[in-house]
């Protein structure tokens, strides 16, 4: 999955919208999006997205943050119709983490279903930056991590964040250490959203850099911004190429630490790039 479109839980229209899109994964939003009064409606909406024609698409949830008393009541209306994921704003460590994934064990025994991955917003408060690297050996169900600047911004009190320049250095910051975390804990690493509606090259920027980075996939806020970021996060035909030739060289001498293509050194960690640009493009290797 490159690319996770936000839909507000209370808006069928933009849902059909988005369901039909480029997106490869939707974050049906029953958070930020959806006031306080529309909850318990968006909730009715967002199950009925959830049984609704999916178009291939994964389909996750974000639910409401474990301070505000709404977690289970948002996920008792969701779980019967099956998401594949569930988003977890303002997850403060590992902690938070185990709270939900108990809360799902339980839900998951009640309507027979897999266990449900987890996508967890990791830096939307500043005692999260404190526990970001504690994710390594979480439970299974933590599928990936995702870093956040708007709510972050409020919770350092700073003025602005810097988006459309580049984000300041306390969100750049939350960024890395997000990045850091996910691959320690082994788990994918996805990129935030872009908050400049009206700039198409600031999302291609950002979402260059993410992948550059290490970044597995990226969130966005509007249906326009899916296609850039789609097409940064598909490996091309030349990177596809060098990855068939370095795993076809040691796979021809599996013993080897190094092995020499194009004149150059190539060792395992080239290895392990060449595997996941395979997995990215949705080969194996």
Request: charged share 25%.
């Amino acid at each position: 999955m490159r690319s996770f479109l936000f839909v507000p839980g209370d808006s069928r229209r933009k849902f059909d919208k988005a369901v039909a899109g480029e997106a490869d994964a939707l974050i049906l939003d029953l958070e930020d999006s959806v006031a306080l009064p529309a909850k318990e409606e968006a909730r009715q909406t967002v199950g009925q997205m959830l049984a609704g024609e999916r178009n291939g698409k994964a389909l996750f949830v974000r639910i409401n943050a474990l301070d505000t008393g709404l977690t289970l009541t948002d996920l008792s209306a969701v779980m019967p119709h099956r998401p594949d994921g569930i988003v977890l704003p303002k997850c403060e460590g590992p902690a938070d983490l185990d709270r939900v994934a108990h809360y799902l064990a339980a839900f998951e025994a009640t309507h027979g279903l897999a266990p449900v991955r987890i996508l967890a917003i990791a830096t939307e408060t500043a005692a999260s930056l404190f526990t970001i690297g504690d994710y390594a050996g979480a439970d299974e169900r933590l599928w990936g991590m995702m870093w956040g600047a708007e709510d972050l911004a409020a919770s350092l009190g700073a003025q602005e964040n810097g988006a459309r320049q580049g984000y300041h250095e306390p969100f750049r910051l939350a960024r890395n250490l997000c990045l850091a975390g996910a691959a320690a804990a082994g788990v994918v690493p996805v990129d935030s959203i872009c908050a400049v509606l009206d700039d198409l090259s600031v999302v291609e920027t950002e979402a260059r850099e993410a992948r550059r980075d290490g970044f597995g996939a990226k969130a966005v806020i509007h249906p326009k911004h899916v296609a850039a970021v789609n097409t940064v996060f598909t490996p091309g035909e030349a990177e596809l190429a060098w990855a068939r030739k370095v795993l076809d060289a040691f796979a021809a001498d599996p013993a080897a630490g190094v092995v020499r293509i194009d004149g150059q050194m190539i060792d395992k960690p080239h290895e392990r790039a060449a595997r996941k640009i395979m997995a990215m493009a949705g080969q194996t290797g």
